[in-house]
């Protein structure tokens, strides 16, 4: 007689259809053939070859046909959003959250036609749309309903940006829409939203929804088409904040694009996630988490765990485990809700990974497939795949493959996998799984990405943000800092033009002296807590404001920017340090400096002639103490999202910050940037104002005397065009800061810092009252000068 493993493992599913009964009757009612939603009403069809076909990619059927948008259809889309944007503000929070919430309602009693219809469009089995997408979307109009109602509260002296240009990709276009629209209509904005060319159909049901749920006119504007939409986007004037989730390669294009143009930037872009398997780890429950990770929606996740490091002593213990898992999982019909994996959205997709996968093959690398794993004959199909013996810098194992592809290697200590997980340009999600939870939460931190799963994979939540790090792109979707996104200061508004330098007295020669062993009093740079002479041998001459020669400061250029830099590396113990132990150094340099407040006057006073250059010290040493007070203040959250667990968010240092210091108050502009800069654990390195430095030069010594570690403030003077241009260009600088009121020098800042993704902060061609808590401080600085990660941490499960 058979055992019952004997007769499980004889059975076999059977067929388990979905219905798409309704969603093609809906098809069918709209003609199949749709124009653009605009101001709230359809236009008519585009014809000929104006028009696009959406196919399945299960069969290669053609499902409908849409239009190609033009940049005339741009430009009426945004004209409607701009008429809106006032009268959608001005409903007020309740206002807002009343029609939020019945969107939300609304995407729950039609979540069955929607999952069906994403299915159909895009490629992915019903189970995930219909468990997963779909529970999210609805869950994201709920949360940022309730955003809405305590905006007034939560959010007290922001303001909306104005009009949002969203451009979404094609692996989520329905969840992509919710995580864009729901924050960006909660905080007043109004906008123009671009699905992805193979996947529009859900966002022309959605359009349907928002007439339902009584959105007004011109608040959402859906329009279609290919990348030439989304570039008319980018470009327009009258777009006043871009959300951009797709290829690294393109956020690049738009991160050009857009330098300079005073557009807020959010970009969510590739990932090459680890995946990290611990010896104590739940191995069965691992490689479940790993299903999940990289076979979700066929591995199409810019959050795949696509690279999987397992601890050497459990490795081919691991990987049986998995290749028998792998033997089981179901490709086939996305409509079957039996299906494991369903079809890649485009033929041209399934191409670029079928070569990838051949070039490690060619490579020498092991590639296992399951040989059970039948593929349809019509469609876009690609078995689940893993490889073994890769290089860590072979082609599979860093470039994002976007596929069913799962590339494996060992390691054999935890700080060897924290170094193998950060080897990549990308910086967007791990899983750490070990049953060690002191294990857990000390590699958590170590690893360079927005999202840390423990013990669990793919874990979303609208309270919770996600977005990367590095070439992952920055900014978040949910959460408060979600929220913050599509918000901005009022502080903003009332910024000063920039300021202009008046013109100095015609400069006096340097006094000539008869003393041949005169020390050379020539201020250096500071690089590495001790002062360098510049690499290139050169000074330059500062004067006062009455031309009189008051001293010289070095030269600096490229190679010293390289040595300031890499001293900032080094100096990681600055970042492991306690909040309260950055606390007591700024405490101490405020000190330091109000002990030499008179010497600092009088050189401020030379400088800029300034007639009471005693305000601008002492508002320098209140801002020491501010910042100080706010580095063990700046907590994270701890939220509880829908699941047995808790997601702490940590405010993380962002690493080594370039920062151009303003030429207006130079003490108090050069504090105002540095102090929340290393409150925060970041360590920088400062070009200070290049008309007035020696009040930064005069620093080196209370920096020396109030036990702040050499490298965590080096002091490079000189051009700042140069350096900033040095700065932005410098691929192991994080973020770069330009406040010096040079619009031409804060667009060439964001133009190069689009080849590393970089983050900026530039002042572009408005000045900053540096005297202003209002626009000198606050969260909004703070939110510069750290990152969010969210740390899932299950328990009870």
Known sequence: MPTINEILNTMEYGPAPESQKEAQAWLDQKGRQFGLFIDNAWTDAATGDA?????????????????????DDVDRAVAAARRAQPAWQGLGGHGRAKILYSIARLMQKHSRLFAVLETLDNGKTIRETRDADLPLVARHFYYHAGWAQLQDEEFANHRPV?????????????????????????????????????????AMLFADICVQAGVPAGVVNIVTGDGRVGEAIV??????????????????????????SGKKLSLELGGKSPFIVFEDADLDAAVEGLVDSIWFNQGQVCCAGSRLLIQESVEERFLNKLRARMDNLRLGSPLDKSMDIGALVDPVQRQRIHGLVESARS???????????????????????????????????????????????????????????????????SCVWTENISLALDVAPQIKAGVVWINTANQFDAACGFGGYRESGYGREGGREGMYEYLVP??????????????????????????????????????GG?????????????????????????????KDIRNAVEAAHKATGWTKATAHNRAQVLFYIAENLAARGEEFAAR??????????????????????????????????????????????????????????????????????????????????????????????????????????????????????????????HSDVDAVWRHDGSAAGCAEVERLSAASLKRTWTGGAKGRDWYSTAQAGGRAVLAHASQVKNIWIPYGV
């Open 235 to 260: 470009n327009h004037a009258g777009i006043d904040k871009l959300a951009f989730t797709g290829s690294t390669e393109v956020g690049r294009l738009i991160r050009q694009a857009t330098a300079g």
């Open 530 to 558: 001790k002062q360098a002479r510049p690499d290139g041998a050169y000074s330059r001459a500062i004067h006062g404001a009455d031309g009189k020669f008051i001293g010289e400061v070095g030269e600096g250029n490229r």
């Open 162 to 202: 104005g009009v949002v240009g969203q451009i979404v990709p094609w692996n989520f276009p329905l969840l992509m829409l919710a995580w864009k629209i729901a924050p960006a209509l909660a905080a007043g904005n109004t906008i123009v939203f671009k699905p992805a060319e193979f996947t529009s159909l859900t």
């Open 363 to 429: 490579e020498g690398c092991t590639v296992y497939q399951p040989a059970g794993c039948d593929i349809p004959a019509d469609g876009s199909w690609f078995p689940p795949t893993l490889i073994t013996g890769a290089s860590t810098s072979a082609a599979v194992a860093q470039a994002e493959i976007f596929g069913p592809v799962l590339v494996a290697m060992s390691f054999r200590t935890p700080p060897e996998a924290v170094t193998l997980a950060n080897n990549t340009v990308y910086g967007l999600a």
């Open 604 to 729: 401020i006073g030379a400088m800029t002639g300034a007639k009471n250059p005693e305000k601008e010290v002492q508002a320098a040493i209140e801002r020491l103490f501010y910042w100080a007070a706010w580095a063990d203040k700046y907590d994270g959250l701890a939220h509880q999202p829908p699941m047995h667990g808790i997601t702490v968010a940590l405010n993380e240092a962002i690493g080594v910050i370039g920062i151009v210091a303003p030429n207006e108050s130079p003490l108090l502009g050069f504090i105002s940037l540095v102090a929340p800069a290393i409150a925060v654990g970041n360590r920088v390195v400062v070009v200070p104002s290049e008309a007035h430095p020696l009040s930064a030069t005069d620093l080196y010594q209370v920096f020396d005397t109030s036990d702040l570690p050499g490298g965590v403030v080096n002091i490079v003077t000189g051009s700042a065009d140069e350096l900033a241009r040095t700065l932005a260009s």
């Open 51 to 71: 028009l696009f076909a959406s196919n399945n990619p299960a069969d290669g059927k053609e499902l409908a046909k849409l239009t190609q948008a033009t940049g």
């Open 490 to 527: 009022v502080s903003e508004d009332a910024r000063p033009a920039a300021p202009v330098l008046a013109a100095p007295a015609k400069a006096k020669a340097a006094p000539a002296t008869t003393d041949a062993f005169a020390i050379d009093r020539t201020a250096k740079l500071y690089i």
